[in-house]
Nanobody, 124 residues
């Protein structure tokens, strides 16, 4: 089992940057594919970034492409989401999630474990 804890959210002005962290428990962290999702008030949870399960390519939502970067440090059991040039429409609760192999990197239903979320608010 994997437990995930996000941190790094906060209030930032448009054009600013934040780096979210997701710390995972468990010795098998390296076996999991990690992704980031977000949910804005009144909207459904949406995909932000994740690699496919083979690790050969990383995918980003069109709305964040070129601004956000996902990375991981297996030695620290941590996955990161670097967010640059933030926009008010990026305001949401951000969640990290973990899954094993298989298709569906952009589908929340394919992820087994979720963190509690961290709030990101971007002011205009």
């Amino acid at each position: 089992q994997v437990q995930l804890v996000e941190s790094g959210g906060g209030l930032v002005q448009a054009g600013g940057s934040l780096r979210l962290s997701c710390a995972a428990s468990g010795r098998t962290f390296s076996r999991y594919v990690m992704g980031w999702f977000r949910q804005a008030p009144g909207k459904e949870r949406e995909f932000v970034a994740a690699p496919n399960w083979t690790g050969g390519r990383t995918y980003y939502a069109d709305s964040v492409k070129g601004r956000f970067t996902i990375s991981r440090d297996n030695a620290k059991n941590t996955v990161y989401l670097q967010m640059n040039n933030l926009k008010p429409e990026d305001t949401a609760v951000y969640y990290c999630a973990a899954r094993m192999e298989g298709p569906g990197f952009a589908l929340s239903s394919s992820y087994e474990y979720w963190g509690q979320g961290t709030q990101v608010t971007v002011s205009s």
